[in-house]
């Protein structure tokens, strides 16, 4: 149930899980427990969310149990929910596991869903032991269709893709979307009014623009990496924290990203010396 009015959509993303078979813990983090800590972040602040998408990198190693744990987790957040596929999945091993896939009539987990004016497409870039992956012809035409279908019907659209489409000018840019100007032209053919393009995958927060559309990418719930760019030598540094989701909210004018994390260890301020941000006023909705 959304709190706001009929317009305004919230759309929550979370990226790159890179969940393990139980009790297991990679470079010292442990990816349930933060996930854990994400799904209780989100439902202390984003329980009105219209979407919660999980937008691939769900297992890092693919394994079924991973994709059970997976599950029991997200199963406390009572949001309708999407899960996407990442190079770290394998659809066929999610395939058999899931009761409710989102799946395209070529069986490649994809779709979109209508909400508020908007249409949420969110695209499958994985194909399984590829670390650079883009899409194939189908998923092309796929999405050329859920595009131009869109259009006819005047709504707004944010696309979801697993791998960042946009170069960062970091070593990530190796194995980001491959052949991004196929998907890039269908975007400018469609002539859709495409108002966000968001991905994962790169474990960073970034923002910018591709092809001239909005499009930006969220660290996700395993470690950040840093700035690390073009022209720099030397070590790369992955951080524990932040561990952080999107939330977009749009009216279709205003489209806001949010980066909310819920694993950081900055220490906060005492909030005593604010006493005008306690119940802060918002702007009156028309
Ligand atoms: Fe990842
Ligand atoms: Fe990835």
């Known amino acids: 149930m959304n709190a706001y009015n ?3 959509l919230k759309l929550v993303v979370m990226s790159d899980i890179h969940l393990l078979p139980n009790g297991e813990v990679k470079n010292e983090l442990d990816t349930a427990s933060r996930f854990i800590a994400a799904i209780e972040n989100l439902n202390k602040f984003h329980s009105d969310a219209d979407l919660v998408v999980f937008a691939g990198d769900i297992a890092d190693k693919a394994d079924l149990n991973a994709y059970v744990v997976f599950d029991e987790i997200r199963e406390k957040n009572k949001s ?3 899960v996407m596929m990442g190079n770290h999945d394998d659809r066929n091993v999610y395939l058999k596991h899931t009761n409710d896939p989102m799946i395209d009539e070529n069986g490649f987990v994809q779709g979109y869903e209508d909400i508020k004016g908007h249409r ?10 590829l670390l650079r992956s883009g899409l194939c012809d189908q998923r092309l035409s796929w999405t050329a269709n859920c595009l131009a279908k869109a259009k006819s019907l005047d709504l707004k659209i944010i696309i979801l893709i697993h791998h960042n489409p946009c170069a960062l000018q970091m070593p990530v840019d190796t194995y980001r979307l491959a052949e991004p100007e196929k998907l890039l032209n269908i975007l400018h053919d469609s002539k859709a009014d495409i108002i966000q393009i968001l991905a994962g995958h790169c474990h960073i927060s970034s923002a910018g623009s591709w092809g001239g559309y909005p499009c930006a990418t969220i ?3 395993q470690h950040r990496v840093e700035p690390y760019l073009r ?3 030397g070590q790369q540094s992955c951080f524990e924290a932040p561990a952080q989701y999107g939330v977009i909210m749009s009216d279709g004018n205003n489209c806001a990203l949010h980066f909310q994390n819920y694993v950081e260890h900055s220490k906060i301020i005492n909030p005593n010396f604010f006493p005008n941000k306690m119940n802060p006023k918002f702007e009156i909705l028309d």
């Open 219 to 221: 660290s996700g719930n």
């Open 231 to 233: 022209g720099r030598t």
């Open 80 to 82: 309708a929910q999407r």
């Open 6 to 8: 009929d317009n305004l």
């Open 120 to 129: 949420i497409i969110m695209l499958d870039s994985s194909d399984p032991g």
